[in-house]
């Protein structure tokens, strides 16, 4: 299995612009986890997904933050518009079974705002 | 609410022992784990215990476990340059259906 798979790897933008980042969970995991990663706050979980479903959307920071996972390959978390304080590495991971299992990681998405 | 807290850093010689502390709030914690962090990489499940053990080895990894204090440790032996990177804690709170809950990190550096 390739793992996690995440994209992009970088993404630089400007200010104000609408940022999309993309997922793709290991196959026959049923649940999907988004983090965000600074030096500041340290992992911050951001929402999670079981079966499709938010489960949990309470580490959202604001509204300008939405996530959606349409099946069970793919999930998306957009920012728009986008802002300098947003900038940070962010995770997916899944796991098999829930929270309570073996979060597996993908490799993250540096997202630098301007 | 939950908290998990570890120091920021450690600095050790090669082929000394590295020990990374960390200290959680929620007694019925059922799991508790260790993640490491390679530079420029994601999270990778390192060891986890039981919450009614004490101690788990696993090679050159030492978990050690005091419910009373709800205090965790992650001992490493015989560190190597290879071992150098951030360590985080986790704890699942609020049972088996609760959030998991990471410490900040500890980043650890291995001299040589």
């Known amino acids: 299995d390739a793992g996690v798979i995440q994209s992009p790897r970088h993404e630089v933008t400007e200010m104000g612009q609408e940022v999309t980042l993309r997922c793709k969970p290991i196959s026959g995991h049923n649940s999907l986890f988004w983090y965000r990663q600074t030096m500041m706050r340290g992992l911050e979980l951001l929402i999670y997904?079981?079966?499709?479903?938010?489960?949990?959307d309470s580490g959202m920071p604001e509204d300008r933050f939405s996530a959606k996972m349409p099946n069970a390959s793919f999930s998306t978390l957009k920012i728009q518009p986008s802002e300098p304080r947003d900038s940070a590495v962010y995770f997916c991971?899944?796991?098999?079974?829930?929270?309570?299992?073996?979060?597996?990681f993908g490799p993250g998405t540096r997202l630098t705002v301007l | 609410g939950e908290d998990v807290e570890q120091s920021l850093f450690l600095s050790v010689r090669e082929g000394d022992s590295s020990v990374i502390n960390c200290t959680y709030t929620d007694s019925s914690s059922t799991y508790l784990y260790w993640y490491k962090q390679e530079p420029g990489a994601g999270l990778q499940l390192l060891t986890y215990i039981f919450s009614n053990m004490d101690m788990k080895q696993d090679q050159r990894l030492t978990v050690l476990l005091n419910k009373k204090d709800k205090h965790l440790s992650l001992r490493i032996a015989d560190t190597q340059t290879g071992d150098s990177a951030i360590y985080f804690c986790a704890e699942i709170s609020g049972g088996s259906q609760g959030n998991l809950i990471f410490g900040k990190g500890t980043k650890l550096s291995v001299k040589p």
């Open positions: 991971a899944s796991s098999p079974t829930g929270l309570a299992s073996e979060q597996f």
């Open positions: 997904f079981n079966n499709n479903v938010p489960i949990d």
